[in-house]
């Protein structure tokens, strides 16, 4: 059994302190347990059909998020916390936002520009610090990434097709632009990983610099796949018709 590492430089990450490289080591927090084993229930008591299938596979992807060694393992590498937030914002968000009734949600444009706030604010070296620091700006930086990603794909998902492609690009940006921020910096800025990266084979920098390509490429490219989709969408019903099928 790996002995239980000692957090560095004075960071207290919520997620425990970084383990050493091999240590897959699971969070099982009970007040967190007892909290999804609740929304879990919740969801099979008062949903059915595809949004308790959506609600699980939400749950799913939280479960990965904070319960498994992902959790851990984003005490050492700021790219592993890269990979945690995209599942947040791209993967839960969308699946929660499809569960909700499809009315309007406010302003698209509003929700989209406070969902990019709240993703680069969070990303800032200060704040991000912050929340490695302290268990409740923790849970605040979580719930807020999560909490207006959940809005934007609702207000998404209400809107017509064209400002739905509008804001899905725009959110694209939004999240290649930091990406190509981390990449390009030069220099690594994010304190609590000063010491955490090396037993994993990665300098500051080379964490730092993946963390930013998995924002650029593969978080952005989510929400190209949705506008292109919903793209897709608006556009199919034309297509049957003009080839004389009735659609379905």
Not at 144 to 163: G, I
């Amino acid at each position: 059994m790996n002995p239980t590492p000692t957090p560095v430089s004075g960071w207290a990450p919520y997620c425990g302190p970084a383990p050493a490289a091999g240590d897959w080591r699971w969070n099982l927090d009970p007040v967190l347990l007892l909290f999804m084993a609740g929304a879990t229930a919740l969801i099979l008591m008062r949903t059915h059909g595809r949004s308790r299938g959506l609600g699980l596979a939400a749950m799913a992807v939280l479960g990965v998020s904070f319960v498994s060694p992902l959790c851990a393992l984003s005490s050492a590498l700021f790219s592993a916390r890269t990979v945690h937030h995209v599942l947040l914002v791209t993967v839960a968000a969308p699946l929660l936002a499809e569960m909700a009734p499809r009315r309007r949600y406010g302003s698209l444009a509003l929700a989209t520009f406070v969902q990019a706030a709240v993703l680069w604010v969070w990303h800032a070296p200060a704040a991000y610090g912050a929340a490695l620091s302290s268990d409740a700006v923790y849970w605040i930086m979580q719930l807020s990434l999560l909490a207006s990603a959940v809005w934007f794909w609702a207000a998404a998902r209400a809107a017509s097709a064209p400002a739905a492609v509008v804001g899905l690009l725009a959110a694209m940006l939004a999240m290649g632009l930091l990406g190509a921020v981390l990449t390009f910096a030069g220099q690594a800025v994010y304190a609590p990983h000063a010491y955490t990266t090396l037993a994993w084979g990665l300098t500051p920098l080379e964490d730092q610099q993946a963390a930013g390509l998995i924002m650029w490429a593969p978080a952005a490219g989510l929400y190209l796949l949705a506008a292109l989709w919903r793209l897709g969408r608006m556009l199919g019903p034309d297509l049957p018709a003009e080839a004389g099928v009735r659609p379905a």
